[in-house]
């Protein structure tokens, strides 16, 4: 399998949402950057379980243990390894799955795959839970950028039919971002907040699941991140992203709205501000070529209904080789989309940040962080 990320800012995670913990190592973190705690925890409350009606009834405190690589507050340039234990499994729930496959999981795909020595339990490696090592890598990466004038904030683009104001993708303000940063339910309008949630409620009472999509931006930017052709701003996020289990489309600055426009509504006319070249749209979401542009950085991330849901479904049992029925019982989220937000800001963050490192490993560049000793 396939567990890595990263030239630079190396990823390795590990772990099923069963088992005893979940966990990531981090190698590349430079030597004296701040780690902190305190800031990290907030972010991960914001993916926890059990923590809003929207959300599964498991509850978890999702708390980091870091064991390694760190000392006083501070990355001492080995590898840092975070692991998350998990408290509050249910493992009886998954008893019936072993060999009944649920539709919409990874359930049969993985059982082929590992010829059936995989995990069900939860989902297993497969599960949305091991997003949490995500945030955990995504909050010391923004940590990094925040230090270099990077915001990264996101909000609740939609939840099915109803949707929030977007963000301006030119006039895109900094503050903005950090007033979402530790939302739980992050929204630019707060009036649409008790129809999603109502939206959400019915489809929990149908038996059912629904899901939406997160538009996620990073400003202050610079241009010149990313390269061509494997190494894109928009490949290397859209590969991560698509490790989330409930992500199935991407999509940068338009996006697919591009195919109805003409080249002449398209492009983004360049103009200087003072010395500084900038654009008088943002149709391709701070991104021309893979490289960022300078503008912000804007992109979309649609998240599918979660796939376990207590109507019946149709379905193979693998033990009889037969048809059957299944009404999925535990703890699940109706709607996976408030918690996933914070996993698509660590995403964007773990992107910009290996590019970043990409650039300055070619021009000998250290990153300079402030000295907090």
Known sequence: MRGNFGEHYKLSIFGESHG?????????????????????????????PGRDPTATAR???????????????????????????NTNTRSSDYSALRFTMRPGHADYAGF?????????RGGGHFSGRLTAP???????????????????GSHILSIGPVRDEAFDPVHLDPASLTALEFTSFPLLDAGVESDMR???????ESLDSVGGMIECAATGVPAGIGSPFF??????????????????????????????????????????????????????????????????VLTRVTIKPTP???????????????????????????????????????????????????????RSEPIQMPSER
């Open 112 to 120: 082929i795959k590992y010829a059936g020595f995989n995990d069900p």
């Open 59 to 85: 509850a978890e405190a999702d708390q980091v243990e870091i064991l390694s690589g760190v000392l006083n507050g501070h990355a001492c340039g080995t590898p840092v390894c975070g692991i998350i234990r």
């Open 198 to 204: 109502a939206h959400v409620a019915q489809a929990r």
């Open 308 to 362: 376990s849901i207590a109507r019946a479904q149709t379905t193979v049992d693998l033990s009889t080789a037969s048809d059957t029925t299944l009404e999925i019982k535990g703890r699940h989220d109706p709607c996976i989309v408030p918690r996933a937000a914070v996993v698509i800001e660590s995403i964007l963050a773990i992107t910009l940040l290996e590019l970043m490192m990409d650039d300055m490993t070619a």
């Open 134 to 152: 995500l945030v955990f890598a995504g909050s010391i990466a923004r940590s990094i950028l925040k230090a270099r004038g990077i915001r990264i």
């Open 20 to 48: 005893p913990g979940i966990g990531i190592v981090i190698d590349g973190i430079p030597a004296g950057t701040p780690i902190d705690e305190a800031e990290i925890a907030r972010y991960m409350a914001r993916r926890a």
């Open 231 to 296: 190494g894109s701003v928009e490949s290397v996020f859209a590969s991560l992203a698509f490790s989330v289990p409930a992500v199935k489309a991407v999509e940068f600055g338009d996006g697919t709205h591009m195919a109805d426009l003409h080249g002449s509504e398209a492009n983004d006319a360049l103009t200087y501000s003072g010395s500084t070249v900038t654009a008088l749209t943002n149709h391709n979401g701070g991104v021309t070529g893979g490289i960022t542009n300078g503008m912000p």
